[in-house]
T-cell receptor, first 118, second 111 residues
Framework: DSGVTQTPKHLITATGQRVTLRCSPR?????VYWYQQSLDQGLQFLIQ???????AKGNILERFSAQQFPDLHSELNLSSLELGDSALYFC?????????????????FGPGTRLTVL | GNSVTQMEGPVTLSEEAFLTINCTYT??????LFWYVQYPGEGLQLLLK?????DKGSNKGFEATYRKETTSFHLEKGSVQVSDSAVYFC??????????FGQGTRLTINP
């Protein structure tokens, strides 16, 4: 158990709908990352937040948005869903992006939310 | 941009066999390199990492050496077990802690 929780575990919805995925980072972690894992695109970085502020953006569609709240949990909102949005969505967290020495802080991954769009 | 390429899977081996999963990367500069493992129904776990050239990461009998000359970070294990069956991802850090992953290699170990 990484300490990162994601809800729901599974989500089945229809095209055109909107869903919200939730992530609670490990206690003490300030940085949250979202990744999408699909059969055709593999595992791709979507977006990163640090202490409530957006820090980096990857291949995130305009139909998708995210935020990090004052209690540090994060939500990923997916709207106008298409069949191709069906994927496993992972959240990861780390203490902060980098140490004061400039090295990498490990990202701890949650179990993921499996989204199926019918 | 920066990318990671892994050997095509799936890979099926017998227990106690030697394992190699190839990984090469393209990057500007010298990124940190990682191997992550994903067991069935679970999220990714960091298996090992190397932060500079010639570093060797190791964990649970797995090893990988950061080779700058060949831009490679191949994963090896001398004697695999059934419990090693999982999907393995090679990755590099790009920019603000954004992980760039390879496509993943599914490993199945038969008893």
């Amino acid at each position: 158990d990484s300490g990162v929780t994601q809800t729901p575990k599974h989500l089945i919805t229809a095209t055109g709908q909107r869903v919200t995925l939730r992530c609670s980072p490990r206690s003490g972690d300030l940085s949250v990352y979202w990744y999408q894992q699909s059969l055709d695109q593999g595992l791709q970085f979507l977006i990163q937040y640090y202490n409530g502020e957006e820090r980096a953006k990857g291949n995130i569609l305009e139909r998708f948005s995210a935020q990090q709240f004052p209690d540090l949990h994060s939500e990923l909102n997916l709207s106008s869903l298409e069949l191709g949005d069906s994927a496993l969505y992972f959240c990861a967290s780390s203490v902060q992006p980098m140490t004061s020495g400039g090295s990498y802080n490990e990202q701890f991954f949650g179990p993921g939310t499996r989204l199926t769009v019918l | 941009g920066n990318s990671v390429t892994q050997m095509e899977g799936p890979v099926t081996l017998s227990e106690e066999a030697f394992l190699t999963i190839n990984c090469t990367y393209t990057a500007t500069g010298y990124p940190s390199l990682f191997w992550y493992v994903q067991y069935p129904g679970e999220g990714l776990q960091l298996l090992l990492k190397a932060t500079k050239a010639d570093d060797k990461g190791s964990n649970k009998g797995f090893e990988a050496t950061y080779r700058k000359e060949t831009t490679s970070f191949h994963l090896e294990k001398g004697s695999v077990q059934v419990s090693d069956s999982a999907v393995y991802f090679c990755a590099q850090i790009q920019g603000a802690q954004k992980l760039v992953f390879g496509q993943g290699t599914r490993l199945t170990i038969n008893p």
